[in-house]
């Protein structure tokens, strides 16, 4: 692309961006107005016009994914090579810093990336160490606790607990898990952010390395930045004047992790002479979502104010669904994909979007059975399996025997025979000797504390470990995963297990070494990190994050949080019920729910042709039924951009509830010999209608809206229902 096709392509106040002199910009500007677009054609620009190298640029997006495209989009618009220029999430570029300055970072060569799984793990040990009742003390708690004050840049140290019990012993548990994971040389994700901004803070001479050769710095969602994030930032390239950032704060939705709309305010007073440029035409949604999106943002306050326009048509409404129940909504929303594939268009260009991962289990049924392919991004993901976080153990440990975290899933994993009280006697020596798990294990053995049976298995373990690293240590990447993988034991131990889980796992764990087969090392990190090094930490970010890889075009399933900077042409938000979204936390809190309505815009904004919105009547949660009422935000979009969805055979409800009356369609369940819709009577609670039938023989059950008192599920035998 020559430089007027790259400014060809762009309207004027998005011009004014690409081929603004060299000064530090904020971007700001709502969904789909091209701020991504803009920052990739800006990086084009620097290089084409002024001639700025790859190597002094850095950009930061909020996703791996988002990192991958911006590189190739780059690549494709410079036709070149943009070898030298960093891309990457801020996890990601502290994790290379960290990586390359190790020894100034005072971590050990082969530190590892601690995932959150593992590290709720890790917290569970130290909780239980330290004789707390977990009861009152949820390890969730201080992970969270421990997660919140390193995104704040603090240490334990830092925190004056001296006259808050409760505060006292947060710090007690964030300083022992941090002394365990230094001692282990593991890094959570927070961590990553903390020492890196620490290790220029530490050392003078790197960071103004890092100043001069980073002489241009591009941000994309700035808006959800935190603290640290933020400091890192202004560290690197306050001086610098070639700052630009893009954000929107109508999207900040990771303020429940410390992310702060505020950066905003503070870079435009950190940042000398920073000129604020907003992008007002929206390229990618029809007037009817657009128009409907800004009228719900419009309830929040404190907004930084910005308007959206479109040229494009005012397209279909937003169809709203009220389904009876969960599956009702499932079905109807695998009915309604089917119909997009039946109109020769792609699945690939479809999304179904939810509040939390817990939701996508019925959505996966119902396309299951409508044989539509999908694809989940986030839920359990590869690298999160429980059988890849098996083998991942052994190569950790293999490549790094002070790993407890690893030590601790596999010690026993096949079974070997160690149990808790061997384990209970490693533990406490390594406490008290202050040393890792195996540095324990070695100690007690050479001075033999160990007895009997205990001594025996755990030497076999650490000759097992030992002997896996010796006869694997010179083979390729996915040789050596291959090795681990069949003689660890794991394999035999998973084909036992037989039946189509036993065989998925197994399929997995060759996905595995297929995986490490088409890994490619960073090659500025190459010196640095050995593969399996590069290999495990790789996977411990992407554990982190929703991606999924493509070979088949398939439905999309994420949660809004996921769905962040992307599009597509056809869009569901399922669940929309007061206490589901806006959930039920955030119903008594404003600025909470504030932030759930700018979930729902994040959410509204990615469809480009068409939206629906679905919630159910009743629903199915944590094993209760529960009624909730349509979500406010239903309510707050504009009628003449809304229509509620009639099926066809439709009849109506007796009694309907809220705004968005329901309708229904005939069906004969099974042999019942009842009706979707029909009128029934029963002796106690009088008279209602047949909505949902499930189960078989002794044990179907019926659901039925009765007019006094409401829904209910009923047991057919018992009910003695009579039709009217
Ligand atoms: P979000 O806030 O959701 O991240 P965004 O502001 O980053 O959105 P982009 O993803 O960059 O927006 O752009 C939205 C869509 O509009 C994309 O498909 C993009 O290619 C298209 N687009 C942006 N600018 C133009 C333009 N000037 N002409 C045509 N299409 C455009
Ligand atoms: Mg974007």
Redesign the pocket.
Same mark, same amino acid.
Do not use: F, M, P
């Given at each position: 692309m020559d430089v007027s096709e790259l400014l060809d *392509?762009?309207?004027d106040k998005?011009r004014d961006v690409v081929a603004a002199p060299l000064q530090n910009m904020l971007v700001l $500007?709502? $969904? !789909? *107005?091209?701020?991504?677009?803009?920052l990739v054609q800006r990086i084009a620009w620097l290089m084409k016009v002024e001639q700025v190298s790859a190597h002094s640029i850095l950009a930061v997006t909020f996703t791996n994914k988002a990192a991958a495209e911006m590189r190739a989009r780059v690549e494709q618009t410079v036709a070149g090579n943009v070898h030298g220029m960093w891309v990457g999430t801020f996890h990601g570029l502290a994790h290379r810093l960290l990586r390359m300055h190790f020894q100034e970072a005072k971590l050990p060569q082969s530190f590892q990336v601690l995932d959150s799984d593992d590290q709720l793990r890790m917290i569970k040990r130290i909780v239980r160490s330290l004789e707390l009742d977990e009861k009152r003390w949820p390890a969730k708690q201080f992970l969270w606790y421990i997660n919140g004050k390193k995104d704040e840049g603090l240490r334990p140290q830092h925190i004056d607990s001296q006259y808050d019990v409760t505060e006292e012993t947060f710090v007690k548990v964030y300083r022992v898990y941090q002394d365990t994971c230094d001692r282990a040389g593991l890094v959570d994700f927070a961590e990553l952010l903390l020492r890196a901004h620490e290790l220029w803070l530490n050392n003078p001479a790197l960071l103004a390395h890092y100043q001069q050769r980073f002489a241009h710095v591009l941000v994309? %969602?700035f808006q959800d930045t935190n603290a640290i994030q933020y400091a890192w930032l202004n560290l690197l390239a306050q001086k610098n004047g070639n700052v630009m950032i893009?954000g929107?704060d109508d999207?900040s939705i990771y303020g429940w992790r410390g992310a702060k709309i505020e950066n905003i305010q503070r870079f435009l007073a950190d940042f000398d002479g920073a000129k604020t440029i907003k992008?007002e035409q929206n390229?990618?949604s029809t007037a009817n979502i657009l128009n409907a999106a800004n009228q719900l943002i419009g309830n929040n306050n404190n907004r930084l104010g910005k308007d959206l326009w479109t040229q494009g048509d005012a397209g279909e409404k937003i169809s709203i669904y009220t389904a009876f129940n969960e599956i009702d909504e499932a079905r109807f929303i695998a009915g309604r994909i089917a119909q997009w594939q039946q109109d020769k268009r792609a699945l690939d260009q479809v999304a179904i979007l939810y509040r939390s991962n817990a939701q996508s289990r019925l959505m996966e049924e119902a396309l299951i059975q409508a044989q539509l392919p999908y694809r989940i991004y986030g839920g359990v993901r590869f690298f999160e399996r429980q059988e890849i976080k098996d083998a991942l153990a052994y190569l950790r440990l293999i490549n790094n025997r002070d790993d407890d975290a690893a030590f601790e899933r596999i010690i026993n994993t096949p079974a070997r025979g160690i149990g808790n009280q061997t384990l209970s006697l490693v533990r406490d020596a390594a406490r008290s000797l202050q040393c890792t798990l195996w540095q324990a294990c070695q100690h007690m053995m050479q001075n033999q504390q160990l007895k009997g049976r205990s001594a025996k298995v755990i030497q076999q373990f650490v000759h097992v470990i030992e002997r896996l690293e010796d006869d694997s240590s010179h083979l390729d990447l996915d040789q050596q995963a291959n090795y681990v993988i069949q003689h660890s034991g794991l394999k035999a131990m998973y084909q036992a297990e037989k039946g189509e889980r036993a065989e998925a796992r197994i399929e997995n764990l060759n996905e595995l070494v297929t995986a490490c087969q088409t890994f490619e090392v960073d090659p500025e990190l190459a010196e640095e990190q050995s593969p399996l090094t590069a290999f495990l930490t790789h996977a411990a970010l992407e554990s982190g994050e929703s991606q999924a890889d493509d070979y088949e075009p398939a439905v999309q399933l994420m949660t809004m949080h996921s769905a962040? !900077?992307l %599009?597509f042409p056809l869009v569901f938000i399922a669940g929309l019920e007061e206490g589901m979204f806006p959930s039920q936390q955030s119903v008594e809190d404003i600025s909470r729910l504030e932030e759930e309505r700018r979930l729902c815009y994040v959410g509204m904004?990615?469809a480009m042709e068409k939206l629906y919105l679905c919630h159910a009547e009743s629903r199915r949660l944590y094993g209760q039924e529960k009624f909730h009422k349509a979500s406010r935000f239903l309510r707050e979009l504009p009628a003449e951009c809304v229509e509620e969805v009639r099926l066809q055979n439709q009849v109506s409800r007796p009694k309907t509830k809220g705004k968005f009356s329901s309708t229904i369609t005939l069906e004969t369940f099974g042999d019942s010999g009842f009706k979707l819709g029909q009128n029934v009577r029963h002796k106690k609670f009088g008279d209602g209608v047949v909505l949902n039938y499930e189960g078989s023989g002794p044990q179907s059950r019926i659901q039925v809206n009765f007019a006094d008192v409401g829904c209910k599920w009923l047991v057919v035998s018992f009910a003695n229902l009579e039709s009217i």
């Open positions: *392509s762009l309207n998005q $500007a709502g $969904a !789909g *107005s091209g701020k991504t677009r803009v994309d %969602e893009v929107d999207q992008l390229y990618r962040k !900077g %599009e904004t990615r």
